[in-house]
């Protein structure tokens, strides 16, 4: 499948344009060792793999696109709220009306301000195709993006990402390149749910996951997922 994405604004740098998320690891998963030790041992019937040994961690990391930041932004406290600064032509913060997240889930404090990122990229996937949008999983950002659905195969236009903040500090830069939102498609399909209590299913995948001492998961159920 491919999915297309569309530079709206020509000011905003090519540099800084949405890239597979695998290929931008954040560094905590690239600098933990995979074992506690030096090598993968059984300790009362417990691992000494790490995180970086969890298949469905590296799968949620490296799931779809980043769109990032396209240029430095300085985020300055003023009494109760953010201030931003830039230098890039196109305006990448704007505001809402706080009336517009009333009832959302958050603090007070949090929904009194919000803001949105004003992305640059448009995507076009293929009939049948949308995008799931989400603060990229399993990293710290000052910016974190309520999470959206669009229907991309219709709708082209650049959606923008609105954000809640808490406070961290009186001056926080927000470096170019800095990922923002997770870009994750997906096919939509109709479902319907049963339930059952024959767990004939569960012992099954239980019976081969405990058939080896490690990465049982990873050898009979895991498959790759490619994003290019």
């Not at 600064?85 to 959302?104: C, L, M, R, T, W």
């Not at 399993?138 to 910016?143: A, K, L, M, Q, W």
């Not at 996951?209 to 049982?216: D, E, H, I, T």
């Amino acid at each position: 499948m491919n999915i297309l994405f569309i530079k709206k604004y020509s000011n905003i740098s090519d540099e800084y344009k949405p890239m597979p998320a695998e290929k931008n690891i954040p560094d905590w998963y690239k600098k933990i060792t995979p074992y506690t030790g030096e090598k993968n041992i059984k300790e009362d019937q417990m691992t000494t793999a790490t995180i970086k040994k969890c298949m469905p961690v590296f799968d949620s990391i490296s799931a779809g696109y980043l769109i990032s930041t396209y240029c430095d932004i300085e985020a300055i406290w003023n009494n109760d709220h953010y201030e931003y600064k830039y230098f890039n032509i196109f305006e990448p913060i704007k505001s809402h009306d706080s009336i517009q997240a009333v009832g959302y889930p958050a603090s007070d404090e949090n929904r009194k301000f919000v803001s949105k990122f004003m992305n640059a990229w448009g995507i076009k996937t293929p009939e049948g195709y949308s995008c799931l949008f989400i603060s990229p999983m399993h990293r710290n950002s000052f910016i974190n993006i309520l999470p959206g659905i669009v229907d991309t195969d219709t709708y082209n236009e650049p959606v923008a990402f609105p954000f809640l903040v808490e406070y961290c500090g009186d001056n926080v830069i927000i470096p170019a390149g800095t990922p923002i939102a997770q870009v994750i498609p997906f096919k939509r399909d109709n479902w319907s749910s049963k339930f059952t209590d024959d767990i004939s299913l569960i012992l099954k995948s239980y019976s081969l996951l405990k058939s080896v001492f490690f990465n049982g998961y990873k050898k009979f159920f895991w498959k790759r997922k490619q994003y290019l």
